[in-house]
Structures are given as C-alpha cells and as structure tokens.
C-alpha cells in the first residue's frame, strides 16, 4: 500500500481529535474530487514501518479519539488487504480508539469485507458535485451515508451514526 499523507489532530474527518491516513489508490474518478493528487494507486509513498509508527504514536496521546481513512479510496482492490491488517493491529493495540474508512463504494457493495469488522464508521458513496452541501456534517454530497458499521451489520440494514 502506498500513501501520500497523515493527518495529526484532524477535526474534519470524524468525531473528535483524530489522525488520518491518506492512501494511494482510487478508481471512482469523482468529477471536483478535493484529492485527485491521490487517485493514483503509485503515487505517494510505502506505507512502511516509520509511517506505521507515526500513526501509533499519534494514536496512543489520550486526546486523540481514533483514526480516518481516507484518500484515494482505502477500500481500492489493491489497498483492502493492507487496510484490513492495519484496522486489526490498530483494534487490538488501540481498542478504545476509533476507526472511521471513508469510501467510494456503496455499503452494499463493501459490507461484506474483512475490515468491516475493525471498523466503527463508514462514509459510502462516491462524491457527487450536483448533490454538494458545505453544511453536511462528516460528508460532502447529500448522497453520501455516514454509517455505523457495527449496529448495521448486527441488523442486517444500514444504520446511520448519531452525527
């Protein structure tokens, strides 16, 4: 996996304090995308140990409350497995921590992956300039969902999280 940027005391990308990973890779093309510099799955750098190490030791300050990602799309093909290992290692070592993914893809389309159980929160949906709202909260376009991973997936149906 390869990334291009980390993100420390992030208050845009969900609840709290956070620290964001911005990985390489993306297939949507959203027309007005903020990050097309990230669509580019051999952009950026490894996602080596040093970078590891930079988010855990964001991680383990009290006041941060978890980590974001986003990017490019960390749910891109070449991306899931390293997103997934990562997602584990960090619920096991941060488990009050938590994890928001920000995505391209549908919930129908991802609920099923591995990393969905590391996860807490889920942005779906690919951004849509003609539905772009500066006033939504955790999302840019009105067709986006801001969903809570664990309650949907105990339900069987989306879930959306108390914004």
Sequence with gaps: MRYHNITKDDMLNGDGLRVVLWV??????????????????????????????ELFEQLEKDYISGITYSGGDPLFPGNRADITALAKEIREKFPKKTQWLYTGYEWNEVQKESVMSYLDVVVDGKFEVEQKDTQLHWKGSKNQKVIDVQDSLKMGKIVLHDS
């Design 24 to 53: 390489a890779g993306c297939a949507h093309g959203c027309r007005e995308c903020h990050n097309p510099v990230t669509w580019d799955s051999e952009g950026g750098l490894p996602f080596d140990e040093a970078a590891k190490n």
